[in-house]
C-alpha cells in the first residue's frame, strides 16, 4: 500500500501526510512540481520526527511516477463514482489524492484504474488533503488487514 500526492500546494499537508505513513508503515510518493520548496519549515513542523521513518519518492512529473507505478492507481476525488464504502482495495494499491487548488485532472482521471469519493454532507465541498488521506488509507488497510501490529 502506498500513498501518493498530485502536485501538492501545502507544505504542512504533506507533513501530516509524511507523518501517516510513518504511523502505518506506508511509502509516500510526491509527484512533483510542488507548490512549496522541499526545505520549507511547514513540512518539517508537521511530520515532526517521523519523516525519517517513512520511505519517500519524489516523481519529477507525472509520467515518472506512472513508469514507477507497482499496482492499481485508485484515485480519491470528490467527483469518484464509486463511495468509499463501496471500493474494494488490494495490498498494492497507490491511493492518490489531487492537489488542494486543482485537485486531478483529466489525464490523471483517466490513469486510475479506480476513482473513489469520500461521501460528504450536502452543501460541502472537500476535506483538508491530509484529513482526506487518513480517512482512506484506514478504510484501504482495515479491508487488507495492513494495519501494523
Same mark, same amino acid.
Given at each position: 500500500?502506498?500513498? !501518493?500526492?498530485?502536485?501538492?500546494?501545502?507544505?504542512?499537508?504533506? =507533513? /501530516?501526510?509524511?507523518?501517516?505513513?510513518?504511523?502505518?508503515?506506508?511509502?509516500?510518493?510526491? +509527484?512533483?512540481?510542488?507548490?512549496?520548496?522541499?526545505?520549507?519549515?511547514?513540512?518539517?513542523?508537521? /511530520?515532526?520526527?517521523?519523516? *525519517?521513518?517513512?520511505?519517500?519518492?519524489? %516523481?519529477?512529473?507525472?509520467?515518472?511516477?506512472?513508469?514507477? #507505478?507497482?499496482?492499481?492507481?485508485? #484515485?480519491? &476525488?470528490?467527483? =469518484? =463514482?464509486?463511495?468509499?464504502?463501496? *471500493?474494494?482495495?488490494?495490498?498494492?494499491?497507490?491511493?492518490?489524492?489531487?492537489?488542494?487548488?486543482?485537485? !486531478?485532472?483529466?489525464?490523471? %482521471? /483517466?490513469? !486510475?484504474?479506480? *476513482?473513489?469519493? +469520500?461521501?460528504?454532507?450536502?452543501? &460541502?465541498?472537500?476535506?483538508?488533503?491530509?484529513?482526506?488521506?487518513?480517512? =482512506? #488509507?484506514?478504510? *484501504?488497510?482495515?479491508? &487488507?488487514?495492513?494495519?501494523?501490529?
Amino acid at each position: 500500500m502506498r500513498l !501518493a500526492l498530485f502536485q501538492p500546494d501545502i507544505a504542512r499537508n504533506v =507533513g /501530516a501526510v509524511l507523518r501517516l505513513g510513518a504511523c502505518f508503515d506506508v511509502a509516500v510518493d510526491l +509527484i512533483e512540481p510542488m507548490g512549496f520548496p522541499w526545505s520549507d519549515k511547514g513540512r518539517k513542523r508537521a /511530520a515532526m520526527d517521523y519523516e *525519517a521513518q517513512v520511505e519517500i519518492r519524489r %516523481h519529477a512529473d507525472w509520467d515518472a511516477f506512472v513508469a514507477a #507505478l507497482p499496482g492499481r492507481l485508485i #484515485l480519491f &476525488t470528490t467527483r =469518484g =463514482g464509486t463511495p468509499l464504502l463501496d *471500493a474494494t482495495f488490494e495490498p498494492g494499491d497507490t491511493l492518490l489524492f489531487g492537489s488542494e487548488s486543482a485537485g !486531478a485532472p483529466d489525464f490523471v %482521471h /483517466a490513469r !486510475a484504474d479506480e *476513482a473513489v469519493r +469520500i461521501p460528504l454532507k450536502s452543501g &460541502t465541498r472537500s476535506l483538508n488533503l491530509s484529513v482526506a488521506a487518513g480517512i =482512506g #488509507l484506514a478504510e *484501504a488497510l482495515r479491508q &487488507t488487514g495492513g494495519f501494523p501490529t
